[in-house]
């Protein structure tokens, strides 16, 4: 039997399970969503008459698009607090730098190839969107260990 204190406040060290969940939830989706949006894209355009060079035109120049770039933010941050929330579930505590790292890890995967194409104002808010969903679903987790918690006790 150890002298350990099962309710010590002292930090453990990252759960490494936790960040690889959250970052393969986020590569996963994302990609999901990304498959998705593009085919629905393409069914819109061709409905509207453009042939496939017109369609390759429009993704090659989907920065242009602003209502495209901002419709195409909603499901990233979707993505963004569910891969928050699972790092976070998994986690044994510090539930916030959980969701955080897979947000930067996620960030530099995904954000790094397009910086130089994307507009800087459509890269900040991104980010900050990922990172706030992100944080949302880490704060959903703990909530919901918490109520947990508190019904184990009862």
Do not use: C
């Amino acid at each position: 039997m150890t002298n350990e204190n099962p309710h010590s406040t002292t930090p453990r060290p990252l759960n490494q399970r936790a960040i690889i969940y959250g970052v393969m939830i986020e590569i996963a989706g994302t990609t999901l969503v990304s498959i998705a949006m593009s085919g629905l894209t393409r069914q819109v355009l061709g409905g509207r008459g453009m042939d496939e060079a017109q369609i390759k035109e429009f993704f090659q120049n989907q920065f242009e698009n602003i209502p495209f770039m901002l419709a195409g933010l909603v499901p990233g941050f979707l993505v963004a607090g569910l891969a928050g929330y699972v790092a976070a579930k998994v986690a044994d505590q510090l539930e916030y730098w959980h969701a955080l790292i897979v947000v930067l890890m996620v960030a530099v995967i995904f954000y790094g190839p397009t910086l130089t194409r994307a507009p800087v104002w459509f890269s900040a808010l991104s980010l900050v969107g990922i990172l706030v969903s992100a944080m949302l679903g880490a704060g959903l987790s703990k909530r919901h260990k918490g109520s947990l918690t508190s019904l184990e006790k009862k």
